[in-house]
Structures are given as structure tokens and as C-alpha cells.
């Protein structure tokens, strides 16, 4: 078979000749090559040996969190910004000024590799809203979704061909755009004392997140890929909230994609055994990372009986603990027995718990191997 239909039988719950491995790469390639992108994850994929999910990104600027963007396809609105270098940070002022009002912010960037991770995320000193008004004035930010703009985005599906699948990268209502644009802990307040703004705050992204879903969909794009870590259980809410606040709108996400005959890949990389369940309920197609402990809290076995007759499970494989700071060997059974747990029937899509990064080459191929070796239909866990 070829890695695309290894990888729609998998999503299909049918057995492939082996179970397709494709995990989450970037930052290796990054490390491995010096670059990143679709063109080096086939590479890679051809190097290595594994069934590439091939990221996209969308066509549109999320002026949330790209604050050195050029910001031509906005209307009426004009950005100030100005940056102090530091020895392990720069500082990042933006004032934007749009019809409505002002907004304003101020970010530390910190450098990679100094004590925050190699690619840390920012610390805000302000953020964008501050209050509902600021509402109005953020609409702004928000360029216009159409469909001849993902129209090259899902041509390249022509381009990837039968060496793997694409998938275009929209970010939910909280990931990167609430939850950047309001910090994430006083959400977690507002979700008691001010629960109108929050709705608010939500609803302004949720409408644009399916705005370019639809338009992604419409242009020929077969899966959507949607993060949700920032409204994970890792973040600090709680199964009440997200069932509340956040399970409403994936629902709303996926009965679009399926309405227009997509496969929503639904991604939190923490603690997600609670929420299994739910997502099986409002139709998420595709899942990763499913972290195990300590980081996260999925039991693989477990969670394929729970749901694996309905969600494709991707992931699992500890990118720390195993991949990075683990021998060849310990590699290799931690493979094999995420296959033997989660294999039979399909519905696999071996993993990894996050991005593979700061790893020897040696234990990214033993990592592949075993799914070479251990992952034959018929002999599953067998060499």
C-alpha cells in the first residue's frame, strides 16, 4: 500500500498491510535538515520510512500572535511596533489602531536554548483586550476567509500524491487566538463572573475558526486540523467548563466538516482520558497526541476500547521519555506494545506525544523501525 492508503485505512477502522507511523516531526527536521515544511517531511519521510499527515497552514495571517506580520489585507487599521533586544529576550510593542479604537500589547520573546525551551513560548506584559469593548476593535484583525484563497492550499494534495495525506491547520476559537489575545487564567475567572464577555471573547473567534474551515473545505481540502490544548485538561479547567464552553463548538466545528466531507483531526497534547468519551459523541474523525503519564494520562488500551471504533487514535509514543531519553531497545517495546494495545481492527496512526526534537538520529530510526517490524497486519507485535 502506499502511505495514503495506509494511512485512509487506518481512519477508516480497516486493517492496512501495516500500521501507518506518522508523527509529529517538525522540530526534528528542523534540528536534522535546517528546515521544516512539507518538502523536507517527505524527504524525511522517504529517508526514514514513515506515512507523512502533511501540515499546512492556512492562508490567512493570525494577527493574535504574528506580531511582525505585514498587515496589508487589513482595512482601516494601522500597527505601530517597536522592539528592545535584551540579552535573552526581545521586547515587542504593538499599538493597532482600527475604526473602532486602539489596542494595544507588549511581549517578551524569549531566545530558544537559554532555559526556556528551545522554542519558548511569549510572556505578555499587556495583553490585547482588556475589556469587552476591545471586542469590536479585535473583529478587525480578522481578514476575510474565502475559498480561492485555500485553492492552492488544497492543490497540493496533487503534489503530495499517494506519499501522503494533507491536512490544513486551523487554529479553534481559544488556541493562539482567545487565549493569547485574553490571558488564559482570567478566562477561567470569566467563566464564573463574566460569563457574558467570555461567551463574547469565544464566539468572535469560533465564527471566524469556522468561517475558514468552510472556505478550506469548499476548495478541496480533506482534513481539517484543529488544535485545542489551550482548553485541555493540562491547562487547568475542568471537565464541567469544557463541557460548557468548549464541546458546543467542536461539535459545531465537526458537523460542518462532515456536512461538506472533511475528517476533522481534533489535537490536545495533555491530559485527555476524560474527554474521550465526549468527542466520540460530537464526531472527532482523527486524535493526537494521547500523552501518557507523567506529561499526559492516556492509557492506550483503554482508550481504544472506549472509542477506538470511532476516532482514529494518533500518537501515544513519550517523545521525552522514551524517544529522547530512552534506549534503542526501550524504543522499540514502547512500540510494539502501543501496537499490540491499539492496532487490531485499524485505527491507529502511530505517534508520537509531541514533536520529536533534541534527539539522536539513532533513536528516531529505531523508533521507526519497530513500527516497521512490529506492525504487520497479521503478526501484530511479532517481529
Known amino acids: ?39 523536507y517531511e517527505l524527504k524525511a519521510a522517504q529517508e526514514f520510512g514513515f506515512d507523512p499527515l502533511v501540515f499546512l497552514g492556512s492562508p490567512y495571517p493570525n494577527y493574535v500572535r504574528q506580531w511582525h506580520a505585514s498587515y496589508d489585507d487589513l482595512e482601516d487599521v494601522r500597527v505601530q511596533l517597536s522592539t528592545e533586544r535584551h540579552p535573552t529576550y526581545t521586547l515587542i510593542r504593538r499599538r493597532i489602531d482600527t475604526p473602532a479604537g486602539p489596542l494595544s500589547d507588549c511581549v517578551r520573546q524569549y531566545k530558544g536554548g537559554i532555559g526556556y525551551g528551545s522554542s519558548p513560548n511569549p510572556h505578555w506584559e499587556e495583553r490585547l483586550v482588556k475589556e469587552e469593548t476591545d471586542l469590536e476593535r479585535l473583529a478587525y484583525l480578522l481578514p476575510t476567509p474565502t475559498k480561492a484563497a485555500f485553492e492552492p492550499v488544497a492543490e497540493m494534495a496533487d503534489v503530495v500524491g499517494n506519499r501522503g495525506l494533507i491536512q490544513v491547520t486551523i487554529e479553534s476559537a481559544i488556541d493562539h487566538r482567545a487565549g493569547w489575545a485574553y490571558e488564559l487564567v482570567d478566562m477561567m475567572v470569566a467563566a464564573y463572573e463574566k460569563p457574558a464577555f467570555l461567551r463574547a471573547l469565544l464566539n468572535l473567534f469560533h465564527r471566524y475558526c469556522l468561517a475558514e474551515t468552510r472556505c478550506a473545505l469548499e476548495a478541496g481540502v480533506p482534513i481539517i486540523f484543529t488544535p485545542w490544548y489551550f482548553a485541555s485538561m493540562s491547562a487547568g479547567w475542568s ?7 468548549f464541546l458546543p463548538l467542536i461539535k459545531e466545528q465537526a458537523d460542518l466538516i462532515h456536512d461538506l466531507g472533511g475528517l476533522l483531526h481534533f489535537y490536545d497534547d495533555g491530559k485527555c482520558m476524560a474527554i474521550l468519551p465526549w468527542l466520540r459523541e460530537v464526531g472527532v474523525d482523527i486524535i493526537s497526541t494521547l500523552a501518557p503519564p507523567p506529561v499526559g494520562d492516556v492509557d492506550l488500551k483503554a482508550a481504544k476500547d472506549l472509542v477506538g471504533d470511532r476516532i482514529c487514535l494518533n500518537g501515544n509514543i513519550d517523545l521525552i521519555y522514551v524517544i529522547k531519553m530512552g ?26 506525544s509531541d514533536s520529536i526534537r533534541d534527539t539522536e538520529p539513532e533513536n528516531v530510526r529505531a523508533y521507526f523501525q519497530a513500527a516497521r517490524d512490529y506492525g504487520v497486519y497479521g503478526r501484530l507485535g511479532r517481529k
Open 327 to 352: 534506549r534503542p531497545e526501550q524504543i522499540r517495546e514502547a512500540v510494539r506494545q502501543a501496537i499490540v494495545d491499539a492496532a487490531p481492527g485499524g485505527g491507529l496512526i502511530l505517534g508520537t
Open 239 to 245: 471537565p464541567k467548563l469544557y463541557q460548557e464552553w
Open 1 to 39: 500500500m502506499t502511505s495514503r492508503e495506509r494511512l485512509l485505512a487506518a481512519i477508516r477502522h480497516q486493517e492496512p498491510d501495516r500500521v501507518p507511523v506518522s508523527p509529529r516531526i517538525g522540530a526534528f527536521l528542523n534540528e536534522y535538515y535546517g528546515h521544516a515544511g512539507w518538502m
